[in-house]
């Protein structure tokens, strides 16, 4: 049977003490699953920062190692699942065993453990769940006494502690020799857990680039600005350090949708027409532009919710828009929900789509709704051919806004969902949101500064 280790926790921020921790489990067990958990009313910290973050350096710390995976679940739902209830979510793919620090299970032998004192139901999952205890250095020698009945014992001598690495970032301490490089520098990018505003829009500075290319292999031009870069090309990705889509929008997505969680800045590069999100090399080798200094952006992607006719639930993600349109001849008759309540109790007409900033230079703006410069934190909610309410009108609403769109006839007047273009199939609902876990850095050079281009792009 297959035995698999759950290491729950708050890693906030993930450190190499994390990794290393995991990498002694990967010897041990046959699958490693680390869960960062939701929001915790016994751990008011989790919220110091926004949930994608801890999304983002969790991928960093822990992806790539073989036999683990990350499953950040409670994150995009915002809930923390407690550990009798991981057990049953694991349970039927085999043998789980909960992974705990020696400082967890001390006092065990007296039922003084922390999983005696704060845990729910704490006789119960002391003595039926099983137990992988992790050594700490900073603890001493453990007591076998106070394990649980069912354990196993990690002898790894872990040194750290995640609240350590935030005072000392927040205190301008030393801290970079506790994390991983790469999630130093995008803690340092984006000014987490200082006193500063969390950025959105920063430099980037990757020092030697390392890209990694995905050309539109039917683009003629394309092909050729890869024979430009192959000298710099990085063919493995996991060193790579850039992710360089060379084709149009539509490659462009395409190639964030399937790479997002890589955790790597996209550098676009035009070999399409107009080219919203990408760099123009103006016949120049690209290379050269690899020596200017960046910009990037973190923008967030949709997280869609999808029930389709058949009762089937899926979810599914988009970077520029989700809409639903009508099925057949009839009109669509659509109610719209925001933040749990009704916003409009029937809508009449041919789509209603919410776009992020950067989905509002696209279908959006052809519906008549007015373009969002990508810095703005909000989304839009359009509609196409709307005969009721007579008084509709595009709007943009704030960036955690929930939609809700909900088919008041599946019968005579169905209608489809589509995700980025991607079509759902016939739907009872979609729900619209911003994801808590999945976004793309863009980076482009400042002569192709994306909200300059986009607004020169829409005034041409």
Request: glycine fraction near 8%.
């Amino acid at each position: 049977m297959t035995r698999i280790a759950i290491f729950g926790g708050s890693f906030n921020p993930p450190g190499i003490h994390d990794r290393q921790v995991v990498l002694a489990l990967a010897e041990q067990f046959d699958r490693v699953v680390v869960v960062p958990c939701g929001p915790r009313p016994d751990k008011p910290e989790t919220n110091y920062i926004d949930p994608i973050h801890r999304a983002v350096m969790c991928d960093m710390t822990f992806g790539g190692i073989p036999n683990v995976e990350v499953d950040l679940s409670d994150l995009e739902l915002d809930i923390f699942t407690r550990t009798h209830h991981l057990n049953e979510r694991y349970r039927g793919h085999g043998d789980v065993w909960h992974v705990v620090g020696q400082d967890i299970v001390k006092g065990g032998a007296s039922g003084e453990s922390f999983i005696h004192k704060r845990w729910m139901n704490p006789e119960d999952v002391w003595y039926s769940l099983q137990y992988a205890v992790f050594t700490r250095k900073d603890h001493g020698e453990l007591d076998h006494n106070d394990l649980p009945p069912q354990s196993a014992l990690i002898d790894c001598k872990v040194d750290g502690w995640s609240p350590t690495i935030r005072e000392n970032i927040f205190f301008g301490r030393n801290y970079q020799l506790q994390l991983l490089p790469r999630v130093t520098a995008y803690i340092s990018r984006y000014a987490l857990y200082t006193s500063r505003r969390q950025k959105r829009r920063t430099d980037l500075d990757l020092g030697v680039i390392r890209p990694y290319i995905v050309p539109h292999e039917e683009n003629a031009r394309a092909m050729e600005i890869v024979g430009q870069l192959s000298a710099i090309a990085e063919p493995d990705i996991r060193k790579a350090n850039l992710i360089v889509p060379i084709g149009g929008d539509g490659m462009m997505l395409h190639t964030i949708r399937s790479m997002w969680q890589h955790r790597i800045p996209f550098f676009g590069i035009n070999a399409g027409h107009r080219g919203f999100l990408l760099n123009e090399v103006d016949g120049q080798w690209p290379g050269l532009l690899f020596q200017e200094e960046l910009i990037v952006r973190r923008l967030p992607l949709l997280y869609v919710e999808v029930v389709r006719h058949d009762g089937t639930t899926h979810s599914s993600l988009a970077f520029n828009d989700a809409w639903v349109e009508r099925a057949t001849g009839q009109t669509a008759h659509v109610r719209i929900g925001r933040n749990g309540h009704v916003l409009h109790d029937r809508v009449h007409g041919d789509i209603v789509l919410v776009a992020t900033p950067a989905g509002s230079t696209a279908y959006a703006r052809v519906m008549g709704a007015a373009h969002m410069d990508i810095d703005v934190e909000g989304l839009v909610l359009a509609g196409s051919n709307i005969g009721f309410p007579k008084a509709w009108q595009h709007t943009t609403r704030e960036i955690r806004t929930t939609f809700d769109f909900t088919a008041l006839d599946t019968s005579k007047r169905p209608i489809r969902g589509y995700v980025d273009g991607v079509d759902q199939g016939l739907v009872r609902s979609m729900k619209v949101r911003v994801s808590r876990i999945a976004s793309a850095e863009l980076a482009c050079t400042p002569q192709n500064d994306i909200p300059d281009k986009a607004h020169r792009l829409i005034n041409e």
